[in-house]
């Protein structure tokens, strides 16, 4: 047995190796594919015995780009003063509801940039109305970070889960993406409350960002695998071209792909998207990502005349099959590849991991 082999058989069993043990990993298989098809296999019939053939969806709706931050990879940054800014009134948010529940979407993921237009008290309305109309759904929040009394108001009212990316596991790295009033502790803190509140909760980092080292790759794993999400959710950096970091070079889609395959195997019951980032960086990038692990997709719900801005990085998909009208033109790609889209919650099960 290869040594590359012999890591994914111990990885698959023990659900953790230590730090230099993924570096090794991650190197090694950018040099060899046949270990890498090998993790792929794993990986795939790990989420098989898991999920079976079933991919979760989840309707997207991105109801604000203002951001009172200024992190320099993101193309809603505050200082990006060409940025078209748009938020979503509480009728809209309902109406894109409406819309993605007679879809047969069941769980309505809001996004946003750091809005504090929208006060806590206006959040927990939206969430509250939500839940009233469609109380057989799952709403999930990305909002970013806020003090834990209002993610527990907003839990209260109605919410299931929350994704808040750590972005990076290494505080001096972290420093390097983000502007000084950003601290990694704090962001870990609001993981911390997330989960301790009740959340379903999800987190993830970036794959090949600025500064980025395999090393720092093993800690993202190894915080992940004390952590223990309910939601993972990674993707190749890429650029955008109103921020600081508009000349570097985007991420790897085969290490993204690697990295899902090794998270599935950490993470057996854990909730992975296909996210439009790999849809972006590759015409089948989604596709790519259910068979490397994943198991769920995010279909935009958003109104067609903002889609196009909400930017995080350029030439973002955003009409098309990554779009909630054209479900069943999803439904027959995955069905292409031996899925199938089910109308379902897709709730985290703990079970036998």
Same mark, same amino acid.
């Given at each position: ?9 111990? !990885? ?76 979503? &009134?509480? &009728?809209?948010? !309902? ?32 969430? *509250? ?19 834990? *009394? ?6 209260? *009212? ?118 439009? *980032? ?76």
């Amino acid at each position: 047995m290869g040594k590359l082999i012999d890591l994914i058989s111990r !990885l698959k069993e023990n659900r953790y190796l230590e730090p230099e043990e993924f570096v090794t990993l991650l190197n090694g298989l950018e040099e060899n594919p046949e270990d890498a098809s090998f993790l792929q296999h794993e990986a795939r019939e790990t989420a098989l015995h898991h999920f079976g053939k079933d991919i979760y969806i989840r309707g997207l709706i991105e109801f604000t780009n203002f951001c009172r931050n200024d992190c320099f990879y993101c193309g809603i940054r505050k200082s990006n003063l060409n940025a078209v800014r748009y938020h979503l &009134s509480k &009728s809209t948010i !309902l109406e894109c509801c409406r819309i993605g529940y007679d879809l047969g979407f069941r769980t309505f993921v809001l996004q946003g940039g750091e809005d504090m237009s929208y006060t806590d008290h206006a959040m927990t309305d939206i969430i *509250a109305s939500i839940r009233r109309a469609y109380p057989d759904c799952a709403i999930t929040l990305s909002v970013g970070e806020r003090e834990k *009394a209002t993610y527990q108001e907003w839990f209260d *009212a109605g919410a299931n889960r929350y994704l808040l990316r750590h972005e990076t596991a290494d505080p001096e790295h972290y420093r390097k993406l983000h502007p000084m009033r950003l601290r990694s502790e704090h962001r870990m803190q609001c993981l911390r409350d997330l989960k301790s509140i009740g959340y379903q909760t999800g987190t993830g980092f970036m794959v090949g960002s600025p500064f980025q080292t395999t090393e720092h790759l093993a800690k993202d794993l190894q915080f992940i695998h004390k952590f223990e999400p309910e939601m993972i959710g990674i993707g190749p950096f890429l650029p955008h071209s109103e921020t600081p970091f508009k000349n570097c070079a985007p991420g790897s889609m085969q290490r993204t792909l690697h990295l899902i395959s090794i998270l599935r195997l950490m993470r057996p019951n854990a909730l992975i998207p296909s996210t439009t *980032a790999l849809g972006t960086i590759h015409p089948e990038g989604r596709e790519l990502g259910i068979l490397a692990g994943a198991n769920v997709v995010m279909p935009n719900l958003s109104p067609l005349d903002v889609r196009k801005n909400y930017l995080l990085y350029d030439n973002k998909i955003c009409t098309g099959e990554e779009a909630a009208e054209s479900i069943d033109k999803l439904k027959e790609r995955i069905c292409r590849i031996g899925y199938r889209i089910v109308t379902d919650r897709g709730d985290y099960k703990k079970g036998d991991v």
